[in-house]
């Protein structure tokens, strides 16, 4: 099944600068389709008194994305299944470090993989108090069942609180929440020149009435869980809850719902797409608040689905491209072993295990990782690293407990 659809569902701003004349028609009969489902939320551009109700229509363009992101999903899944789950959790590893990188730099937040990584490696030690330690802990509980719920405007402030508050009062104290749940104060939101293109809503009374909208519109089961999740990014930016940190907030609570519909993998690489996009998913927003648009949110739907599609896609390629690697490298090293006359079963097992390492997640096994896969003892996995040739093995000692990775560069 391809996937090279084209949707041909225009923007209401786009009819307009083509042939203002059919502008209006065209704006009606989209309203008052059968196929439009219309929101009690009204939408205004920023400097524009005009108001408009938010609303979308179900149409081919919608369902057509639907059906190739749950297609793209099944083969994925196929492709996972075959896998060894060695090479699948050190992938995971890997994508949760980028996808934290990504969200970050998204929002232009300081970090750095090396303290994303440490984060993750404390994972379980008690070292709350260590900086993305926190916002690590959520993105790694997306790859268990226990994923949880947004039902109130608490429920998303008690979030707020666990999940990012400490990182946003770090960098500025003054944008710590002051209202009853959200802020009291205006926020705008700006380009990189300090332009400001959106007014986050005002006041709180205001924030909490159109939220609590937003979360009766995001448990509507009677549209698919991808648009109205979808609906919901959109209108948490436009909202904007807090003085900081909404953009961090909602590209999580998409992965969060993500997982739900499409498995953990595809929701801890959203923001990673995002961020390849950035130009993209900005002027999505940019096109949605427009007043021309007229509150029209099908093309914004089709664009974020897009992105959901991209990266269940440009998962499955990097994955191959892994594998093809592993393939590869393991025919030179099954060369190099035998020609070294090496005959330890498992001094091999583990050369194959840390060249695994290296290519699925590039920061290498603990001695831990490598007793679990062989199972075998402390002592022995450590032994054998000992007769490994130094210009083989790498040691990483930034962290403990220390890691091992083979040296792919010895095989080429």
Known sequence: ????????????????????????????????SSTAKIF??????????????????YDESIINSVIYILHAKYELDKLISGMPKVNVNQFIRR???????????????RSTRKEIKLALDKQGTGSENLRMWRVVNKYASLLNDN????????????????????EVIADNPDNAPDGSIFRKESVSVCTGKDKIIHQGLCPEKLIIATMNKALDLLHDENIPLLVRVTIFHYLFG?????YDGNGRLIRFITSQYLAKELGGIISIRISITIKKQLKKYYKLFEQTNNELNRGDLTPFINGFLMFVLDTIKETKQLLLKKIEQLDR??????????????DDKLLNDICYILLQASLFSGDGA?????MDVTKKSRNTVETRLAKMPKEHLRKITATRPYKYKFNVLTLR
Not at 40 to 57: A, G, M, V
Not at 95 to 109: A, M, Q, R, Y
Not at 238 to 242: D, E, L, S, T
Request: hydrophobic fraction near 35%.
């Open 95 to 109: 994508s949760i470090i980028d996808e934290v990188k990504s969200t970050n730099d998204i929002e232009g937040v």
């Open 329 to 342: 490298y393991e025919n030179k090293l099954n060369h190099l072993l035998k020609k070294k006359g090496n």
């Open 147 to 166: 994923i949880g719920d947004f039902k109130t405007c608490e429920d998303i402030r008690q979030f707020y609180d666990e999940f990012i508050l400490r």
């Open 238 to 242: 436009y909202i904007h809850p807090f």
């Open 366 to 370: 603990t001695v831990e990782q490598i």
């Open 1 to 32: 099944m391809g996937v090279g659809f084209v949707v041909v569902y225009e923007s209401l701003e786009k009819i307009y600068y083509q042939d203002s004349d059919k502008y209006e028609e065209a704006y009606l009969a989209r309203l008052n």
């Open 40 to 57: 009690d939320i009204f939408i205004h551009q920023y400097t524009r008194k005009n108001e408009y109700p938010l609303f979308y229509c």
